[in-house]
């Protein structure tokens, strides 16, 4: 068996398929370490869609991803709708401003735990598991 990389099992998370889906060669990988960043916008957020994350409590999310506060107020002032802030709190986390650790799945998790979000965490956390997952390689002989 081949070892899947960080960023084969990132993809396959956010892209909705398994790598069984997408590739035959893995095996497990506890932790996914790949840096995220403004290109995976949208699918982060079809990530969290898939898990049902209310997205009225993005302040709250925006705060245990380390946004800096005014960047929440500026993203207040400038967006009026809870889909729009939600958004635009997660493409300025993906952008890391200033106190931004690098955005990671793991962070995300960590993140929606500390909002008491654990269904949504847990959600993420087993999709991560069930793609890290080993199977067995076909043969294409």
Known sequence: MAMATPEDISLGILSGRTLSESRNDFTNLMTVLITLDIKDLNKVIALLERHNYSKGSYNRLSQHLN???NTLEEIKKDHKEAHSRFTECLASWLRKPDGVDNPTIDTLIAALRGIG??????????ERQSISTPVPMSSAD
Request: hydrophobic content about 40%; overall charge negative; cysteine-free.
């Open 67 to 69: 946004l800096p506060h």
């Open 117 to 126: 979000e654990n269904a949504v965490a847990d959600g993420i956390d087993g």
